[in-house]
């Protein structure tokens, strides 16, 4: 009787340490294959980081080589506002009263306040009030206040372009139907 009840205990003794043993292995294995998969990321992580750093430099590159291309371009532009003459005379005869040469005043809808907020804007030809787009006229007002902001530009940059080309009578009749500068 002594024989299997010492039997027993070892036997249970072995099952356990061999059962341990399994255990602490599986749990190693676990660990290696989850340091192996974050090893794994990382390494692909490092790779994509490359990647990116390489086309960034790729793309300040071909940045700083349209810069000097449009830099180099601009030295050779030729001015787009080409010099036409003004011929006051022939305004006079078609609209009927005597015109300055780049009055903005001719245009519906400016009268001198409004003329002057786009002076002090740079805004003091025609030329230059035809190139100048309805958004920017409109900044230009809403900076002026409330009692600027109510006036709509939509059709100032046409009128200012007939003035400028000399168009008096285009204008005349382009203005002939218009109500406070709009359409």
Known sequence: MNIPCILIPALIGLICGILGYLLGRMKCNTDDSLAMTLQADLD???????????????????????????????????????????????????????IKENDLKIVEGIGPKIEALFNNAGINTWYELSEASIEKLQVILDEGGENYAIHNPSTWAKQALFAYEGKWQELKDWQENLRAGKE
Do not use: H, Y
Request: net charge negative; glycine share 2%; aromatic share 4%.
């Open 44 to 98: 692909a992580c490092q790779i994509n980081t490359k990647n990116l750093q390489a086309r960034i430099s790729a793309l300040e590159t071909e940045m700083a080589v349209r810069v000097t291309i449009t830099a180099a371009a601009q030295s050779f532009a030729v001015p787009t506002a080409v010099l036409l003459t003004f011929d006051p005379d022939l305004a006079t005869d078609i609209l009927g009263q005597k």
